[in-house]
């Protein structure tokens, strides 16, 4: 497996990392072995048609649709608070902590942590550079054996509607932060490994 897709860490590299900074692990559900390995293939659907469905899946590397951004959310209906729903579900079912509802093929900009929703999220602040906190992230849509060090931001703020279109404004802070930040990743078609200095490698896929 061979992760090539590189990303710039804002302003600040992982190489310029004080040795005294702690690498905080990020806690994660159990991962599967890996003979239980499958990559998916999942379709792309909007909204309205991922909320016909029964249950929606989870993405798997290399599926195409985790390179997908999802697209900005106007319609706060019955039909997105089902779509929501269906990958909270999928969600649960994988022990995630929290999810971008791209992960599931719908093509929304959407992002779940824990019981809240973020509909159109952006980033209104941000830490300052001396307050990144290093991080060593897996990703559940990556293979089980790929570990990267991250470098996130201690403390956001998120501005977001809610699923019933209201704004909201919310201040996250550490593995909060960091989870946070890694499903708007997803939402934008990034993956954890494109914020590794060193491309790390799979011997799993």
Not at 16 to 35: D, G, N, Y
């Amino acid at each position: 497996l061979d992760f090539t897709r590189r990303a710039a860490l804002s302003s600040l590299a992982l190489s310029a990392r004080p040795s005294t900074l702690p690498v905080q692990p990020s806690s994660l559900p159990a991962r599967p072995s890996p003979e239980s390995w499958t990559p998916t293939a999942l379709p792309w659907r909007s909204v309205a048609e991922a909320a016909r469905q029964p249950s929606l899946d989870f993405s798997r590397y290399p599926d195409p649709v985790l390179r997908r951004a999802g697209r900005r959310v106007d319609a706060f209906d019955d039909d997105l608070r089902r779509t929501v729903a269906l990958a909270a579900a999928a969600g649960r079912r994988r022990g995630a902590a929290g999810l971008a509802v791209t992960q599931c093929g719908v093509d929304a900009n959407v992002v779940l942590l824990g019981n809240r929703v973020f509909v159109n999220p952006r980033v209104s602040r941000r830490s300052d550079e001396s307050a990144m906190r290093c991080w060593r992230e897996r990703c559940l849509a990556l293979p089980p054996d790929v570990a990267v060090e991250t470098l996130r931001d201690r403390e956001v703020v998120v501005a977001a509607s809610d699923v019933d279109g209201v704004p909201t404004t919310t201040t996250l802070r550490g593995g909060e932060a960091r989870q946070f930040l890694h499903e708007l990743d997803h939402a934008n078609g990034v993956l954890v490994v494109d914020h590794a200095l060193e491309v790390p490698s799979s011997e799993m896929y």
